[in-house]
């Protein structure tokens, strides 16, 4: 265990080095920085009393107490910044650490009044002057992190729906990784809480301390950060002016467009005319704005067309014209690779083809053509 322990601190410091190290180091590599750090020295504390240096040094009793309710103010708030140009973080977003400035301040007389015999007792459990308090503080912790977990979910959903709606592509703009960071954060909650009722509730004594499921799986958070902020270089990159350029604002957008039902008739065939003649799609950059300037509309104005008269997003209704490309391109020419013809269609790599094309056809590509060729034999 001393082993695992170690590891994780030593990781979790390290990339905090990276990071702060790191060239034009954005506000969200701050965050990140700082979260990682205070998990760092979260792990240290437990280590430290796990080691029984507790015992030997008092005045570290209760340092890190309030720690756990930090990491869900830490991951949305590295959510919110990863969506937003900001360079340094809001006022108001303050408040969401307010829970741990006061569980330091009820805390304060332990620290500074309590003597060194005393923090001992409190520790073995001997004074209960903190017993409700560490009741209060289990649950807040249970209660924040899968509550922010859920919020941080929702922003990353609510980013992938403007995505759709003005991108035509997802390469270096989605936050999969970010989705999967919050899968793994409420995982650790969701466990935490199971342990907590089952011990606490059950009164199930469990054969070993539980709490190193807890700290086991936050280390193993820590290495899932280092290794995908080695092998993906831009989970660590602040790629959002790209994105905030180019989106709409959700929810007002047709407000003012100007469309009525005729208007947008007219503007439906134009559209479909120009995607036929023109071939737009072939560009693996496309998006909403640039279609609306060649169709000399507003973005708001086709992305009204798209969504009521396709009654689709911008995405797949692009990717719909690429898949057809695709399939004339492939069946009239089978010297070329699948792959050759998707880039050759406008998809720009292998993984977002066949992830685009199964989910409109229910097929892989190359199931796809098998069965496209084996019918055409059989004629």
Not at 361 to 370: F, G, H, L, N
Request: glycine share 4%.
């Amino acid at each position: 265990m001393d082993a695992i322990f170690t590891s994780g601190i030593f990781m979790s410091f390290f990339i905090v080095f990276l990071l702060l190290t790191k060239k034009n180091n954005a506000l969200t590599d701050r965050i990140l920085a700082a979260w990682l750090a205070m998990m760092g020295i979260h792990l240290l504390g437990y280590y430290l009393y796990h080691l029984g240096l507790w015992d030997q040094y008092p005045h570290l009793i209760g340092v890190t107490a309030p720690f756990p309710l930090l990491h869900g103010p830490m991951l949305y708030l590295y959510t919110l910044y990863s969506l937003r140009d900001d360079s340094k973080i809001r006022r108001v977003d303050y408040l969401h650490f307010v829970p741990v400035a006061a569980a330091y301040l009820y805390m304060a007389k332990f620290f500074f009044f309590y003597t060194i015999e005393q923090k001992r007792m409190v520790d073995r459990g001997e004074i209960d002057d903190f017993g409700l308090f560490s009741s209060i503080l289990l649950i807040g912790f249970v209660v924040s992190g899968l509550s922010y977990s859920i919020l941080a979910y929702r922003l990353t959903w609510k980013h992938k729906r403007q995505i759709d709606d003005n991108f035509s592509y997802e390469e270096g703009i989605n936050l999969d990784w970010l989705r999967y960071c919050i899968w793994a954060i409420g995982i650790i909650f969701l466990t935490v809480t199971i342990i907590i009722v089952t011990r606490e509730v059950f009164e199930v004594s469990f054969s070993f301390n539980a709490d190193y499921i807890f700290y086991t799986l936050i280390i193993v958070f820590i290495f899932y950060i280092g290794y995908f902020g080695i092998r993906h270089q831009d989970m660590f990159t602040h790629n959002v002016e790209e994105v905030k350029s180019t989106l709409s604002l959700p929810g007002t957008k047709y407000k003012k467009s100007g469309l009525n039902e005729e208007s947008l008739v007219e503007g439906q065939q134009k559209l479909l005319d120009f995607m036929s003649l023109e071939k737009p799609f072939l560009d693996p950059k496309l998006t909403l704005s640039d279609l609306a300037r060649n169709l000399n509309m507003s973005p708001n104005q086709l992305s009204q067309i798209i969504n009521q008269r396709e009654q689709v997003n911008f995405h797949d209704f692009v990717n719909k014209y690429r898949i057809e490309e695709f399939i004339h391109r492939a069946s009239q020419n089978n010297r070329f690779s699948i792959l050759a013809h998707a880039l050759d269609s406008g998809f720009n790599s292998k993984s977002s083809f066949n992830s685009i094309f199964k989910k409109h056809k229910d097929r892989t590509p190359s199931q796809y053509m098998a069965q496209t060729s084996a019918q055409k034999s059989t004629l």
